[in-house]
């Protein structure tokens, strides 16, 4: 039977056949196939492109993707994430629409028996915005205040303008640019830097662009400077310039804290007056400036001339209203002779108009005056600004004063009645003041004078009489002069 196999081909295949039947049963059994997932990395290309077409990737996009590996499972098991190889190309960006761009050329870098595939779409997303230019012009905002008499003129600013170059979102969010600076207590122009903040139109902060642009503000301060008016010439006879004023009467000036230190006032070049009749406007240009400094505005000022007429006013003077002053009124009287003067003045018409004699207190100085009678000038006390036309003389008749002791002894008592009283002068002396010329008083010998009393008819008792006395020419009693008479009667003693 052996022979028969031996020769039977038929039998010989079908054992092949049957063997390998049996191998490859085993083989599915032990290596069956199978699917699995892979995370590959992506190998990112052209992103640069990106900034030649003004676009920005805003997002973080994956740069990792998923994939299937299917095959036996010894190949599969076999297989890593470096075996494989995927694009992701920025070319394929159009412009800020694009959300997605498809991962391309997907490969297997090895030799093992699978196929592959993306697990998902084969998509990464991505924000992309365009890069945008804007700009828009930096306010300034001022806080505090300068020092008393100065002032903010203005401001330059350098840039004066914020250039914003962000994602268009951003820059479109831009509504303003503010820079702010502090001027308390400034004196003098400067110069100084900040950090520009930037807002939307709600006054937001947007983060990402401020305190990056760097401005330099230069503050310009002026110092009030008041102006004084220069005039040359005379107006014509008989008017007079009353005012002037300049419009503005103060003008702004900048320049450093050092330079307008040395600045307090500033004057017009001169006004011409001559010949003036009447009030008149002029234009006056003002003085150069120190150097380092300048006007705000024009260098020049509208000047207000007050041009008014002179008129006369004659005041009557009579003797009460002269005052007599600087004399020695213990020592001397001064009596005024004649009554009836007067004064003419020249002034401007307002003046005159509210003028009267207690304005202006005529009065003469007689600090100097001798005995006797002298002229003296009238003088006034508050003229002002009123000229004085004509210049009257005041006739005084000056007299001094002097007192004389008497002796008692030597005053005669008329009318006595000797039968019945005795008469005695209580004092030995008595003070008779008198008054004259000082030649006439200094011949006076009061053992020459006549001097009496009259008793007649007085009663017992202590009597105040008056004396009577006859003087030389020219000298006459200040006063009555008194004495003390005691009379007793005879028959009580």
């Known amino acids: 039977m052996l022979e028969k196999i031996k020769h039977n081909l038929g039998i010989k295949i079908m054992a092949v056949v049957l063997a390998v039947l049996i191998w ?32 920005r990737v805003l997002n973080e996009y994956s740069t990792e993707i998923e994939i299937f590996v299917r095959g036996r499972k010894a190949d599969v098991d076999s297989v890593s994430s470096n075996d494989f190889i995927a694009y992701l190309d920025f070319n394929e960006v159009e412009d800020e629409n694009t959300v997605f761009l498809t991962v391309t050329d997907l490969s297997y870098l090895g030799e093992r028996n699978i196929s592959t595939g993306f697990s998902g779409s084969g998509r990464i997303g991505v924000s992309i915005d365009r890069i945008v230019t804007g700009e828009v012009p930096i306010n300034v905002v001022i806080n505090g205040e300068p020092a008393d008499g100065f002032s903010v003129v203005g401001t330059i ?11 268009k979102s951003l820059v479109q969010e831009v509504d303003r640019a503010e ?9 003098g122009t400067e110069t100084i830097r900040k950090l520009c903040m930037v807002y939307d139109e709600y006054g937001n ?16 301060i002026a110092k009030n400077i008041p102006v004084n008016v220069v005039t040359e010439g005379a107006p014509a006879t008989d008017y007079l310039m009353t005012k002037t004023e300049a419009l503005p009467d103060e003008v702004l000036i900048t320049g450093s804290e050092e330079d307008l230190s040395k600045i307090n006032s500033i004057s017009t070049l001169p006004v011409s007056l001559s010949g003036a009749t009447e009030s008149f406007t002029a234009q006056a240009n003002l003085s150069s400036p120190p150097s380092g400094t300048a006007f705000v505005g024009t260098g020049n000022v509208d000047v207000e001339v007050h041009i008014e007429g002179l008129y006369e006013k004659t005041l009557p003077i009579s003797a009460n209203n002269i005052t007599i002053r600087w004399g020695t009124p213990t020592q001397r009287i001064y009596s005024i002779i004649e009554d009836g003067y007067s004064i003419t003045l020249k002034g401007r018409q307002g003046i005159l108009d509210s003028l009267t004699l207690n304005s202006i207190s005529p009065y003469i100085d007689v600090s100097t005056v001798e005995d006797g009678e002298s002229s003296l000038p009238l003088r006034f006390q508050n003229l002002g600004s009123l000229e004085q036309i004509t210049y009257p003389l005041v006739r005084v008749y000056t007299e001094s004063l002097r007192n004389i002791e008497v002796e008692t002894d030597l005053i005669t008592i008329n009318g006595m009645d000797v039968e019945k009283y005795s008469y005695a002068f209580e004092t030995e002396t008595e003070t008779m003041e008198v008054r004259g010329i000082s030649d006439d008083l200094n011949e006076i010998d009061v053992r020459n004078l006549r001097m009496s009393v009259d008793a007649a008819g007085l009663e017992p008792g202590t009597q105040e009489i008056t004396v009577n006395v006859t003087l030389p020419n020219g000298v006459v009693l200040s006063d009555d002069l008194k004495a003390t008479l005691i009379i007793s009667d005879k028959i009580n003693e």
């Open 24 to 55: 490859f049963v085993v083989y599915i059994n032990d290596n069956p196939i199978e699917t699995r997932q892979l995370t590959i990395p992506l190998s990112v290309v052209n992103e640069e492109t990106l900034t030649a077409d003004n676009l």
């Open 157 to 167: 600013l350098k840039p004066a303008n914020y250039i914003a170059i962000d994602i």
């Open 179 to 187: 820079v702010e600076v502090d001027v308390n207590e400034l004196r």
């Open 205 to 220: 902060v947007i983060n990402e662009l401020s305190n990056q642009t760097a401005v330099d503000i230069t503050v310009s």
